[in-house]
T-cell receptor, first 116, second 110 residues
Framework: AQSVTQPDIHITVSEGASLELRCNYS??????LFWYVQSPGQGLQLLLK??????LVQGIKGFEAEFKRSQSSFNLRKPSVHWSDAAEYFC??????????????FGSGTRLQVQP | KAGVTQTPRYLIKTRGQQVTLSCSPI?????VSWYQQTPGQGLQFLFE???????NKGNFPGRFSGRQFSNSRSEMNVSTLELGDSALYLC?????????FGPGTRLTVT
């Protein structure tokens, strides 16, 4: 069974500082990879996705993520954090094409706090 | 395009009752998935429907069921509610492989 690990439960950064949120996955092949963000009381918003090709993917709100097959990682980065980025971030994996299944397996999330 | 909508947004039910939640996907999306989010278990996949057929199911008891209509709208039903069913229930729709989530229905079981 596939699994996703987000080792950092809570991260605090200063506004304007850089950010990296870690994500490691366990899966037999290269899965589809996603990062979502959730503000309090809201649903999940898709930040970016990786299916194949270029291992550095760009997303919305200035976020990017790098897929590293050798490390089974898909870390999320942002060069300069804004106060509005405070939220909970979820890494997720989905089964690759051919299975027809859309079920996502989520990590436990990383709560980001931004200090002024 | 309008996003995924879920109704109602909030619900309070009593143990033993049943509840039905509704989800309207993004126009043109034929796949609808449901997830349960709790502080203890996190985000867990319930089931997925595509063209009115359940295509995949998570590890939840049979009290949790769903269906999809010909217009792709979906409902999920929970019978004989338990306190542990209190959660945020999220619906997601997809055309390809990325899923777009609605705002969720907050269910509280007392």
């Amino acid at each position: 069974a596939q699994s996703v690990t987000q080792p950092d439960i809570h991260i605090t950064v200063s506004e304007g500082a850089s950010l990296e949120l870690r994500c490691n996955y366990s899966y037999g092949a290269t899965p589809y990879l996603f990062w979502y963000v959730q503000s309090p009381g809201q649903g999940l918003q898709l930040l970016l996705k990786y299916f194949s090709g270029d291992t550095l993917v760009q997303g919305i709100k200035g976020f990017e993520a790098e897929f590293k097959r050798s490390q089974s990682s898909f870390n999320l980065r942002k060069p300069s954090v804004h106060w509005s980025d405070a939220a909970e971030y979820f890494c997720a994996v989905g089964e690759p094409s051919g299975t027809g299944r859309r079920a996502l397996t989520f990590g436990s999330g990383t709560r980001l706090q931004v200090q002024p | 395009k309008a996003g995924v909508t879920q109704t109602p947004r909030y619900l309070i039910k009593t143990r033993g009752q049943q509840v039905t939640l509704s989800c309207s996907p993004i126009s043109g999306h034929r796949s609808v998935s449901w997830y349960q989010q709790t502080p203890g278990q996190g985000l867990q996949f319930l089931f997925e429907y595509f063209s009115e057929t359940q295509r995949n199911k998570g590890n939840f008891p049979g009290r949790f069921s769903g269906r999809q209509f010909s217009n792709s709208r979906s409902e999920m039903n929970v019978s004989t509610l338990e306190l542990g069913d209190s959660a945020l229930y999220l619906c997601a729709s997809s055309f390809s492989y990325e899923q777009y989530f609605g705002p969720g229905t907050r269910l509280t079981v007392t």
